[in-house]
């Protein structure tokens, strides 16, 4: 039986591919961030799913459920690493704090960085291990090839993951592990519906009010006009199963806008954006 280790599965495209995964045969070593997740997934997905139980960010925590994974495979490697979890912190750039900005990175590049060291082993890099090299599924956005206004922080996060995966595809070649970017569009996933939570009264003074106001609806709206996350979890079992792999796979349920956003000039884009979000500066009268 192949195994895989997910990080973020208590909901979203994590919990989406877990299932898929099931589905298709594999044991899944998921990880959650609290005890009553781990016990809601088990109940829900049966035996061949273990939870592992860590924050991406905490590096010792991280290590150590690797070695539960290398005990529970017994000499042999890991299928895949599919590096899912992540927040998504918005706000006009010269409104957050460098802490806010921190703790966006922290979770979606550096916590990628610490899994991909702790597992990176168990899929072939420790020679020891018996059967075939692994792969690495890291799951960027859209936002890692265009620039969300008012995202900034999660747009840099995932352009990062872009050039992390371009270099680690290249550096891991020497094992045998293959390492491919999905860079999903909007997907029905609990990050958007955090929405509701941005604190329009902190920026009652601010200049960007009315379009983080835009922005907190059209947010809002992704929850529920996305793709099903079960979606990305066909297209990671394509990517851990498929012969030869393409190196980035793009999945949008607005194929139209995802081919507009590559073809037009980026300051006819811009125009746009900022039309739609209310960033214009006002004309003189």
Do not use: C
Request: aromatic share 6%; hydrophobic share 45%.
């Amino acid at each position: 039986m192949r195994s895989v280790v997910i990080t973020g599965t208590s909901t979203g495209i994590g919990f989406g591919t877990a299932k898929v995964l099931l589905d298709r045969g594999f044991r899944v070593f998921g990880s959650v961030r609290k005890a009553v997740d781990a016990e809601r997934l088990k109940q829900q997905f049966g035996s061949n799913f273990t939870p592992l139980i860590f924050d991406v960010t905490d590096e010792a925590a991280v290590h150590a459920a690797a070695g539960d994974v290398r005990a529970a495979l017994g000499g042999e490697t890991l299928a895949g690493l599919v590096n899912n979890a992540g927040i998504a912190v918005s706000g006009p750039l010269l409104e957050l704090t460098a802490d806010e900005f921190r703790k966006q990175m922290d979770v979606n590049v550096l916590g990628p960085v610490i899994s991909t060291q702790a597992f990176a082993p168990l899929l072939g890099a420790d020679g020891s291990l018996k059967g075939a090299p692994g792969r690495i599924v890291m799951i960027g956005s859209v936002a890692g090839q265009n620039g969300n206004p008012l995202l900034s922080p999660y747009s840099t996060s995932k352009h990062a993951i872009e050039g992390l995966s371009e270099s680690l595809r290249r550096e891991f070649m020497l094992f045998g592990i293959d390492v491919i970017i999905i860079g999903p569009g909007v997907v029905k996933t609990p990050i958007w519906d955090k929405a509701e939570e941005i604190d329009i009264a902190r920026y009652n003074n601010s200049p960007f009010l009315p379009a983080l106001e835009r922005l907190r609806a059209f947010m809002l709206r992704l929850s529920k006009d996305g793709l099903p996350p079960e979606q990305i979890g066909e297209l990671v079992h394509h990517v851990l199963t498929a012969p030869r792999p393409k190196v980035r796979y793009a999945v949008s349920p607005e194929p139209v806008q995802l081919l507009l956003a590559k073809i037009l000039p980026k300051r006819l884009l811009d125009g746009i954006i900022a039309k739609r979000l209310g960033l214009l500066p006002a004309k003189g009268g």
